[in-house]
Every structure is written in C-alpha cells, then in structure tokens.
C-alpha cells in the first residue's frame, strides 16, 4: 500500500512563506507524476503544481512565481515552497501521485493565511 505523508502546513501571515512536504512510501521514480493540490471551504479542489518524472512542471497561474514544486529522489520527498502567500491562498492542500494504474494521495495539511 502506497502512502503519503504531507506536513508543513500551518498558519502564517499574508506576505509569509511556507514550506510543503510529502514523503511517500515508495521510490518516487514509481510516480508518473506527482502534484499539489488545493481545496478551500466551499470550492472544487483545483490544481497547484505538478512535477513529471522527466522534472518537468507546471503550474497555475495564480501561484506562479510565488510557489515552487520540487521533489529529493534520495528522501522521497517533494516539496512545495510558498513565498508571498495571500489569504486567498487558504486551503487544505494535498499531496497526490499517479502511476499508470492507480492515483494515490495524501491526507492533507490545513494552510492559513491572515490577512
């Protein structure tokens, strides 16, 4: 069984920065594509950043610039650093990775931004 393990969320101030982690129970070389994910109270979970196994990325255009998605093949870690966070950034955030048959996420940790 593939786990997923986020921490590092927290409340900080607008303008403040935070750092995301997900640490997985296998070889990240295993994912196709592992990602960040987002969902505030009352809202659809919506995309933030993903990183291929080529280390390619992506992400949406509100955070650009601000977020960076990032992986540690030795720790089996990816990361997700935050910088100018904006109160609408507020969410649970979840981490997820995807193989060719199955998609595997984590359990979320709460991000709070005060204005």
């Known amino acids: 069984q593939v786990q997923l393990v986020e921490s590092g969320g927290g409340l900080v101030q607008a303008g403040g920065s935070l750092r995301l982690s997900c640490t997985t129970s296998?070889?990240?070389?295993?994912?196709?594509?592992m990602g960040w994910y987002r969902q505030a109270p009352g809202k659809q979970r919506e995309l933030v950043a993903t990183?291929?196994?080529?280390?390619?990325?992506n992400y949406r255009d509100s955070v650009k610039g601000r977020f960076t998605i990032s992986r540690d093949n030795a720790k089996n870690t990816m990361y997700l650093q935050m910088n100018s966070l904006k109160p609408e950034d507020k969410a649970v955030y979840y981490c997820?990775?995807?193989?060719?048959?199955?998609?595997?996420w984590g359990q979320g940790t709460q991000v709070t931004v005060s204005s």
């Open positions: 990183i291929r196994r080529n280390g390619n990325t």
């Open positions: 296998r070889s990240i070389f295993r994912f196709n594509t």
């Open positions: 997820a990775a995807d193989t060719e048959r199955d998609d595997y």
